[in-house]
């Protein structure tokens, strides 16, 4: 059984930095493709990057490119989201993801950013 356990939200000012982990645990993740998602009060989970586990190929929403860096360390099993410039509208719970295939998602309990302005 697949297990993501996110780290690292908290609160920071605008312009601020935070970087934030998922430790994955459960199965070997060589063929899954990873990702951070993000659900902001009364709005749907949007997407915010993905990584590629093996190759490590990565894609980001318009809204977060050159600003947030995803990224992988396969020796700890342990993929990060370093989010820079922050803003009020980054605010949102933050959740990992881990799809082995397009019909399969496995989602963390989600940790929470707050930007304040």
């Known amino acids: 059984q697949v297990q993501l356990v996110e780290s690292g939200g908290g609160l920071v000012q605008t312009g601020g930095s935070l970087r934030l982990s998922c430790a994955a645990s459960g199965r070997t993740f060589s063929s899954y493709t990873m990702g951070w998602f993000r659900q902001a009060p009364g709005k749907e989970r949007e997407f915010v990057a993905r990584?590629?586990?093996?190759?490590?190929?990565?894609d980001y929403a318009d809204s977060v490119k050159g600003r947030f860096t995803i990224s992988r360390d396969k020796a700890k099993n342990t993929m990060y989201l370093q989010m820079n410039s922050l803003k009020p509208e980054d605010t949102a719970v933050y959740y990992c993801?881990?799809?082995?295939?397009?019909?399969?998602?496995?989602w963390g309990q989600g940790t929470q950013v707050t930007v304040s302005a």
């Open positions: 993801n881990a799809r082995p295939s397009a019909f399969i998602n496995y």
């Open positions: 990584i590629t586990w093996s190759g490590g190929s990565t």
